[in-house]
């Protein structure tokens, strides 16, 4: 079997430390250890956490402490995994056979998408729509989704949008779920990550046939840990454990100490609304910095994540436009097409703000070059309409 390469993944690995500007990433700013401890003698006290194997799901400590945050879910409906990434690997693994049908929302964080299509899979897209807020059409839903349809992967907060799914699509996705019989995974990294005051709901407890993933990497700020989860109930994630001995069989015990220590209450709140501050920060820095610039990028402010998803001229191809920005102006982007939708760009935001806005006036010099060069006027750089 032969696996789709994950350009975006590989294209980040490659040009991550060869650009002056890194504007790719999707993530809060990564915390260190004494952030999360509290104290250097907090710290040293890992120096006394044994190396061993944990079990293999996850100690019965952090799963308690994951299981909390879902409702009527206890330590049996979680399995850790290292990092999301794995989970939605797992995920896929145990639910997708070649034949089979599934509807995943596009744009979307690709890796559900390539697995299905290389595993053989018929992919049938439920696209976003920017006049609707990043939505999908519950009608568009209803025609997509058949008693063929074996699984719906959603995003929610979404990457690379950072919509939040509103009340008549979440409504509308479990009716379609539940009469179809169909899997609902849900992958819902961002949560904790919203520029609102409102906790983004989880699509846990109303199917049977769910599986959320979710992990430490994006809206905690500690990809380092690689410690994800799974959601399910206790049969599936027995059946999930089973791909799992097969995979990595294990996280490392300092990352579960260190994860039982995050996940406290108190704690974890604390985590969370500093990286808050951080996404609302800098969300507003970009907004601030477009405005003002008039720029020839268009963009509907996100409601969650550390990202703006930006509609740039059209008659440009995405991966065509950051290959330029990487070798002409030295700043890396996420390309649209590598997340299932051409004529936009994921710019990463939470970072310091001159080296944001610096970043950015390189984009914009680019596209005030790119304009200065067309006088037949053969691309339109206004993204307004």
Not at 243 to 269: C, N, Q
Request: glycine share 8%; proline share 5%; with cysteine.
């Amino acid at each position: 079997m032969e696996l789709q390469a994950f350009d975006m993944v590989r294209m980040q690995c490659a040009y991550d430390g060869d650009v002056d500007y890194d504007l790719s990433g999707s993530g809060v700013p990564s915390v260190s250890l004494k952030e999360v401890m509290g104290s250097d003698d907090a710290v040293r006290t890992l120096l006394e956490v044994e190396q061993g194997y944990p079990p293999t799901n996850g100690s019965p400590e952090l799963r308690s402490a994951i299981a909390a945050m879902y409702e009527r879910a206890s330590a049996d409906h979680i399995l850790v995994t290292n990092g999301a990434s794995e989970a939605n690997f797992m995920a896929a693994w145990r639910l997708f056979e070649k034949g089979d049908e599934v509807v995943i929302i596009v744009p979307n964080y690709p890796q559900t998408w390539n697995l299905a299509e290389s595993w053989g899979m018929e992919v049938r897209p439920l696209p976003l729509k920017e006049e609707l807020g990043w939505q999908f059409d519950p009608e568009d839903l209803k025609a997509a989704v058949t008693r063929r349809t074996k699984a719906v992967h959603v995003c929610n907060p979404n990457n690379p949008t950072g919509a939040i799914m509103a009340s008549e699509q979440r409504k509308a996705l479990i009716d379609a779920v539940k009469d179809s019989g169909a899997w609902l995974l849900a992958d819902e990294v961002y949560v904790g990550a919203e520029l609102g005051d409102s906790r983004t709901q989880s699509l846990w407890g109303h199917h049977e046939k769910t599986l959320i993933t979710n992990g430490l990497c994006k809206a905690y700020g500690m990809p380092g840990l690689r410690i994800g989860w799974l959601v399910g109930t206790p049969e599936t994630l027995r059946e999930i454990t089973c791909y799992h001995d097969y995979l990595t069989l294990t996280h490392s015990m300092l990352s579960d100490h260190i994860a039982r220590k995050v996940l406290e209450p108190e704690r974890r709140e604390r985590i969370l609304a500093k990286n808050q501050e951080v996404v609302r920060m800098s969300c507003r820095v970009f907004v601030d910095w477009n405005e003002a610039h008039g720029s020839a990028l268009a963009h509907r402010s996100p409601e969650a994540g550390a990202m703006c998803f930006v509609r740039h001229p059209p008659g440009l191809n995405s991966s065509d436009l950051s290959e330029r920005l990487r070798k002409e102006r030295s700043v890396l982007v996420v390309p649209g097409d590598q997340l299932g939708m051409d004529g936009y760009m994921r710019i990463g935001t939470a970072l310091p703000k001159e080296y944001l806005m610096s970043g950015l006036d390189k984009i914009d010099d680019l596209m005030r070059t790119l304009k200065a060069s067309d006088p037949e006027r053969k691309i339109d750089f206004d993204c307004s309409r």
